[in-house]
């Protein structure tokens, strides 16, 4: 089992940054890739990045020139910069680690989610 603690959401204007952190503790081994997640209201979670332990990254066109993923894997955190912050991107993010060590199809987990609100 793995889980997934985040912090950093919050109350920011648009064309302002933030910086999200999650830190992984438990079977941190056996992750394979974390990521971010959001869902915003009455729309489906989405991918926003996430990077693999090869150092290989996926962005959501949305954000690919705004948001930066990085990863401690020392530390176990991955953490997302956000950049020229848009009220389109206000949702509540979520911390996400995958692993395939227990399963070949896959294991998800999940932080409980922090929000970021972009609003004047």
């Known amino acids: 089992q793995v889980q997934l603690v985040e912090s950093g959401g919050g109350l920011v204007q648009p064309g302002g940054s933030l910086r999200l952190s999650c830190v992984a503790s438990?079977?941190?081994?056996?992750?394979?890739?974390m990521g971010w997640y959001r869902q915003a209201p009455g729309k489906e979670r989405e991918l926003v990045a996430a990077e693999a332990n090869d150092g290989s990254t996926d962005y959501a066109d949305s954000v690919s020139d705004r948001f930066t993923i990085s990863r401690d894997n020392a530390k176990n955190t991955v953490s997302l910069q956000m950049n020229v912050l848009k009220p389109e991107d206000t949702a509540v993010y979520y911390c996400n680690a995958v692993s395939y060590f227990y399963s070949a199809s896959g294991m998800n987990y999940w932080g409980k989610g922090t929000l970021v609100t972009v609003s004047s």
């Open positions: 438990g079977s941190t081994f056996s992750i394979n890739a």
